[in-house]
């Protein structure tokens, strides 16, 4: 038979195991889903991950297919967060501290950044050559949705 002292410590320990497992699946959820967008002048509808790689460092700034592309950034938050880690592989202090390497050696101009995705959209949709990224469940009237490969 067992004692109300170790039924309560089965009961804990479930508990424990299930905050854990609802804390992994929220935390899954809490990442944004990233949306790659371009201004309509830019002539192909996708990009490979290397050449969207190449355009977010300050690498390049014209990609065959595409043309003359300029990037467009949030300034921070968890879509920022998320397309630095899924497509750059860096943090936003090493992304940053990049540009200004690139910036100070007077090889490139910082890229335009703004506070929300509507901002984003808004210039992208203005601007021949802009890419840029946002949340996919932002709106993006004026602006085409870029496939990653």
């Known amino acids: 038979m067992k004692t109300p002292l170790s039924c309560w410590s089965r009961l804990r320990s479930l508990f424990v ?6 804390a992994l699946a929220m935390s899954r959820h809490a990442h944004a ?18 050449d969207l790689h190449d355009i977010f460092t300050g690498t390049t700034t014209s990609i065959k297919g595409l043309g003359d592309v300029a990037p467009v950034l949030l ?12 497509y750059i592989g860096k ?20 890229p335009r ?4 995705d509507a901002q984003v959209v808004e210039y992208v949709a203005h601007t021949r050559g802009a890419i840029g990224y946002i949340a996919s ?3 993006h009237p004026g602006a085409k ?3 990653v490969r």
């Open 91 to 110: 943090s936003d202090a090493a992304f940053r501290a990049g540009w200004r390497s690139l910036l100070f050696s007077g090889q490139s101009t910082m």
């Open 113 to 116: 950044t703004f506070d929300s």
């Open 33 to 50: 889903q990233v949306t790659v967008i371009a201004n309509n002048s830019v002539s192909a509808s996708e990009l490979s991950s290397a």
């Open 17 to 22: 195991s299930f905050c854990i497992l609802s």
């Open 137 to 139: 469940s932002s709106p």
């Open 75 to 86: 300034k921070a938050g968890t879509t920022h967060e998320d397309f630095l880690t899924r």
């Open 145 to 147: 949705t870029m496939a």
